[in-house]
């Protein structure tokens, strides 16, 4: 049956492929949006082309390298997006760059110690040009690690730089909970995150920059007092999502810079208060201006029964949102949470135990909505681990669609 599913695969993703030559070879560049950018550019072709796509996450990477011997790394790389392919997917958002260690070879970041000193960004590329697969490099823009890990920290890295001067640190460091960060308020970490996504770009060419909802750690007034009283601002919150937005757009500028058809894209929180209030992301704004991100996936992993966030009622205020034409959206689906209690759904916390299917059917009303693009599942892992009746259930929803 699995190789079956894999035929089925393969032959589908050869029509998708065919569908998006053909409708790139007639694409009128005249009627683009001023500022934007098609649904070829966005390498979203269509209805025929949404977005099928799995976030890979740091802990997935650190096992598909853990040998450290080129020849095997390779080859986990390729049997592990092969397995993906079954499911349909087209595009995968692998981990980077998650607390500050690139696993490639990088001027900004210093390398992580989880891939030996390969380049295991490049094994990444050049397995999913084989796979036909959509690569996004996916980063987390301002978390780092601990203390005690920065102390070993070795290398020219810009990075490292800025940790072992002292000076550097206080003015381009924040220290929270025993975590260092980017410092959200200054200057230089927006540059410091623009030359780190150029230099992708510029090495690696991947369809997209990715980044999560790692922004401000806490609401706490402690964490960037001195910074907030230097602004002159009179509303911490409303300072606080203006460096924010402002880390987008230049994120953005510089994406689009080193590639203007590359896609920069955010996943949010589901839950548009949380955004807005506790990691100061103001993602209304954001879908509005057109000049932040090109595609949105906020990560709404609830049920249809969650009582603070049911699914349907969460998709619909997203959809209510004012959007630039510019600016795609789909939706971030929880693989993570099939067969688990959701503690914190209420009278809904047993909702993917007891409904089997839940996921197949999330994925289908994602996939069947015309105002979004597609569908992408958190995380790989789980994806790949769901029961066969879950399993062959996604896999049908995905290939009726």
């Known amino acids: 049956m699995k190789k079956i599913f894999r035929v089925i695969a393969a032959a589908l993703m050869l029509l998708f492929c065919t569908a998006c030559s053909a409708s790139a070879a007639g694409t009128d560049a005249g009627s683009l949006p001023p500022g934007g950018q098609s ?142 960060y980017l410092n959200p308020a200054a200057e230089s970490t927006r540059s410091f995150l623009a030359d780190a996504v150029t230099e992708l770009i510029t090495n690696y060419h991947p369809a997209g920059v990715h980044i999560d909802d790692y922004f401000y750690p806490t609401s706490e007034t402690a964490f960037d007092s001195a910074d907030f009283a230097a602004s002159g601002s009179k509303n911490l919150a409303d300072w606080r999502r203006g460096n924010i937005t402002e880390l987008l757009r230049i994120m953005y500028a510089a994406v689009h810079s080193a590639d203007a058809h590359a896609v920069f894209s955010v996943s949010p929180q589901g839950n548009l208060l949380q955004n807005y209030d506790t990691l100061y992301a ?24 969650n009582e603070l966030c049911p699914f349907a009622e969460t998709v619909e205020e997203w959809l209510l949102l004012p959007r630039a034409e510019s600016v795609q959206l789909a939706v971030g689906l929880a693989a993570y949470k099939v067969g688990e209690e959701d503690s914190f759904a209420g009278d809904g916390s047993r909702e993917w135990i007891t409904e089997p299917g839940l996921l197949a059917r999330q994925t289908a009303e994602v996939l069947r909505e015309p105002q979004l693009c597609g569908a992408v599942w958190y995380h790989s892992d789980a994806l790949l681990s769901l029961s066969a009746q879950e399993r062959d259930a996604l896999i049908r929803t995905v290939l009726e669609q």
């Open 39 to 180: 649904l070829q550019q966005l390498h979203l072709s269509g209805r025929q082309q949404a977005l099928r796509g799995v976030w890979i996450p740091y802990f997935t990477c650190d096992k598909l390298f853990e040998s450290g011997d080129p020849q095997t790394c390779t080859e986990n790389v390729q049997k592990y997006l092969q397995e993906l392919l079954v499911f349909g997917v087209n595009s995968v958002f692998v981990h980077v760059c998650a607390f500050g260690e690139s696993i490639y070879p990088s001027a900004y970041y210093p390398q992580s110690p989880t891939v030996h000193g390969l380049d295991a960004l490049q094994i990444f590329r050049d397995a999913c040009n084989d796979a036909g697969l959509a690569l996004h490099v996916w980063l987390n823009p301002l978390r780092l690690q601990t203390k005690a890990y920065m102390e070993e920290q070795r290398g020219d890295a810009e990075l490292v730089t800025w940790y072992t001067n002292e000076a550097l640190r206080k003015t381009h460091l924040s220290e929270w909970d025993g975590r260092f």
């Open 282 to 305: 103001d993602v209304a704004a954001w879908c509005a201006a057109g000049d932040c991100c090109d595609l949105l996936i906020p990560q709404i992993y609830f049920g249809y029964r």
